[in-house]
């Protein structure tokens, strides 16, 4: 008992210790004698299924092939009925089922080792096999997603249905067609899109003589190149002043520096290499692009955005323009603009009375005339710059007030108050010169027709007292009167 359960434990431990289920790692898939390199394949992403063509295309085969023959398997097929349902590459004969059990560990291992030959270097040898995705237990990758990696699917129900018993591999027409580089050694500049050489269709890729020895090179695995997994764009509208933003996308894998070319009707702008670009009125009716080039090592890969529209005029702001000055018969006035204008605006000045304008008033400074005294004054500034539409400002209208005499004179009257005498007044020196009227008052009253600088007294006088007005009037001036002292009471006469 005792040494049948030490036989027992021993073989407990071997079995323990013997790895299970490893598989033997076989070599990848020998690529082709002469393979262009680093060069890698154009691909255009994603080209569902769009006809009827379920016969298996010659690149698929030979893909399903080489996959059964370096790793094992089998195949579960490349056509389907084109009256099954869904769409799918099966019915254009770009799709292959290859059959691997994911219960298995063997079979998990060599289809691990099949996606890390396709995927590695950011799908290179997916690139030169044109292949758009793969699927293989419920998870997908795809070229034109990568920075995703392997994406978990929503369960479809059956072991078959979630890809847990075969990896399902869809190719790109050109990939179907044996095109790419992986079987012509020529890297694919142009998609063909599986019709080269027909009409207007670039010419088939010529193929690479193959060597018969079984020695091919492998891969040569250059450095990861970046590549943008959307396309950059722009943000902002293409109007003269404003300013665009690039959105450069998203790169994988990360941590290239990126670079920007702004570009006007598809050529270089000199010095527009920032994130952000202003847009100024050279680029008036032109559309506007800006390339972005990522680099990583010594790889440089650029992608340029799509156009804006063709660039319109801009828009000037429009300031209440600014009058100093104290709007007055004879002080200057003098006006500017206003802020945010852009370099270059040229602007136009016309003073208004009452709306209509003033003529020859059209420079920034202007002194308001006696025409202007009790008128409503204000300034328009036209605005023009290149590349902008015309605006025309205007500032507060404010009533030209009149000015004060400098010397306003209090009048004084000589001559005896007696019936009889005359009385004169003296209006002493205003300043500036006006024109001067005069009014007698007897005892506060206007005396009606008593105008002159002069008075007779009258008889009505007698017992009252008598004095003068001196009313001044000049262009410009505010009307101002001024009132001697009144006279002792007029005596009888003698
Ligand atoms: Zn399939």
Redesign the pocket.
């Known amino acids: 008992m005792r040494i049948r359960n030490l036989i027992a434990a021993a073989c407990a431990l071997l079995i323990a210790l013997t790895p299970i289920g490893i598989a033997r790692a076989a070599s990848n898939p020998p690529p082709p004698a002469a393979l262009e390199t680093p060069g890698i394949d154009a691909h255009l992403g994603y080209q569902p299924q769009q006809s009827c063509t379920p016969s298996a295309k010659r690149g698929t085969t030979a893909l399903l092939k080489a996959l059964i023959k370096n790793w094992g398997g089998s195949s579960?097929g490349i056509s389907?009925f084109c009256t099954s349902g869904g769409t799918?590459?099966?019915k254009e004969g770009r799709?292959?089922?290859w059959h691997m059990d994911s219960r298995k560990a063997k079979d998990r291992a060599k289809v691990d080792q099949m996606i890390r030959w396709v995927t590695a270097n950011n799908g290179e040898v997916a690139y030169r096999l044109g292949i758009m995705y793969i699927?293989w237990n419920q998870k997908i990758w795809s070229i034109y997603y990568q920075e995703l990696g392997w994406r978990k699917m929503a369960s479809r129900g059956s072991w078959t249905a979630n890809?847990k018993d075969?990896v399902?591999?869809?190719l790109s027409w050109d990939g179907a067609m044996g095109q790419t580089s992986w079987w012509t050694g020529a890297v694919l500049r142009v998609p063909n899109q599986g019709r080269c050489g027909t009409g207007s269709n670039a010419a088939c890729v010529d193929q690479v003589k193959r060597s018969s020895s079984s020695s091919w090179p492998k891969v040569t695995v250059g450095p990861f190149r970046p590549y943008p997994s959307t396309v950059p764009a722009i943000a902002g509208s293409a109007r003269v002043g404003l300013t665009l933003a690039v959105v450069p996308g998203t790169w994988t894998p990360p941590g290239a520096t990126l670079s920007y070319q702004w570009q006007r009707a598809g050529k270089a702008i000199p010095d527009a290499t920032a994130e952000r670009y202003r847009i100024t009125a050279s680029d008036l009716g032109k559309a506007i692009r800006v390339k972005v080039s990522a680099t990583l090592g010594s790889t440089t890969v650029s992608k340029t955005s799509d156009s804006t529209t063709n660039t319109v005029a801009g828009v000037l702001p429009t300031p209440r323009p600014v009058v100093t000055g104290q709007s007055q018969f004879g002080s200057p006035l003098t006006g500017a603009p206003g802020d945010g204008f852009p370099d270059g605006t040229t602007f136009a000045y016309q003073w208004q009375r009452d709306s209509k304008n003033i003529a020859s008033a059209t420079a920034a400074s202007y002194t308001p005339t006696s025409k202007d005294v009790g008128h409503a004054v204000r300034l328009r500034v036209r605005a023009s710059a290149t590349g902008y539409a015309t605006v025309s400002t205007y500032s507060v209208a404010r009533t030209v007030q009149p000015r004060a005499f400098t010397a306003a004179p209090t009048p004084v009257v000589s001559g005896d108050p007696l019936v009889g005498g005359t009385l004169r007044a003296t209006p002493g020196v205003w300043q500036p010169t006006a024109s001067l009227s005069y009014q007698w008052y007897r005892d506060g009253k206007q005396v009606s027709g008593q105008t002159k600088s002069s008075y007779r007294l009258g008889k009505a006088d007698l017992g009252k007292r008598v004095h003068v007005r001196v009313r001044a009037t000049l262009a410009g001036y505010a009307t101002t009167s001024t009132y001697s002292e009144p006279t002792a009471k007029v005596g009888a006469a003698r």
């Open positions: 579960w389907r799918s590459e099966h799709a292959l089922d699927i890809h075969h399902h591999i869809s």
